[in-house]
């Protein structure tokens, strides 16, 4: 959906600008925390640290610290506190950053980046999987169903479009091959990496 100015809201594709009116800014009962929701999992019971966020979203780890300090994606498991603690990233911070780094490839203004990850998080970053987010290059803008998406597009707003399902089954994946960290006991969960599978057969062989 869209807001006016004056405070109302129309139909259709909601552009997710700092300007514009939030008709959920105002939604009781919406939790900020984000983690990874599987049916193996609790939700922020796995966290990240930053190497492997960075394999998983596709960044470097300038980018990641760079991001971290500026407040556009900042690790919602656990912060850096100090040289001697690392940050722990959840699964849909991780998803976020590869999102933002999308954005990036295909020209967006960091600051409309920045307007769309803080209107996210505002709403909890509720029904992220199901949602298509697209841009003009100038706005990026929600779409939660198919005729939202159509209409930017007949109406020559939408130049790209992100489906942020495909994103999440992305990092879903790759995180599957990577270490991960229980948030309660700290103890390191080894992701299974086909090709490590493959190293200890050979070694066994021999």
């Known amino acids: 959906m ?15 600008h700092g300007s514009a009116v939030d008709p959920l800014a105002g939604r009781q009962g ?12 609790s939700t922020e019971s796995i966290g990240y640290r930053g190497p492997t966020a960075c394999a998983a979203a596709g960044i470097t ?29 959840s699964f849909r911070d991780v998803v976020v ?14 600051q409309n980046i920045r307007a769309a990850v803080q209107h996210l ?24 169903s198919p005729d939202e998406v159509v209409e930017l597009l007949q109406g020559g707003q939408g130049v790209f479009g992100i489906a942020v399902g495909v994103v999440w089954r992305d990092v879903e ?7 991960g960290e229980r948030v309660d006991t700290g103890e390191t969960l080894v992701g299974h990496n086909p090709t490590d599978e493959l190293a200890r057969r050979r070694n066994k062989a021999g």
């Open 2 to 16: 869209r807001s006016s100015g004056d405070g109302t809201v129309a139909g259709g594709p909601y552009p997710l």
């Open 30 to 41: 919406v939790s900020s925390a984000v983690g990874r929701t599987t049916a193996a999992d």
């Open 61 to 89: 780890y300038r980018q990641l610290d760079y991001w971290a300090r500026t407040g556009l994606v900042e690790p919602s498991v656990r912060p850096a506190y100090g040289s001697g603690t690392q940050r722990l990233y």
């Open 121 to 144: 998080r505002a709403r909890g970053f509720q029904d992220l999987e199901r949602m298509t987010l697209m841009s003009d290059g100038a706005t990026v803008y929600e779409c939660s």
């Open 97 to 110: 950053l590869k999102i933002v780094k999308r954005f990036l490839d295909t020209g967006v203004a960091l």
């Open 173 to 179: 994946s790759a995180l599957s091959q990577l270490h």
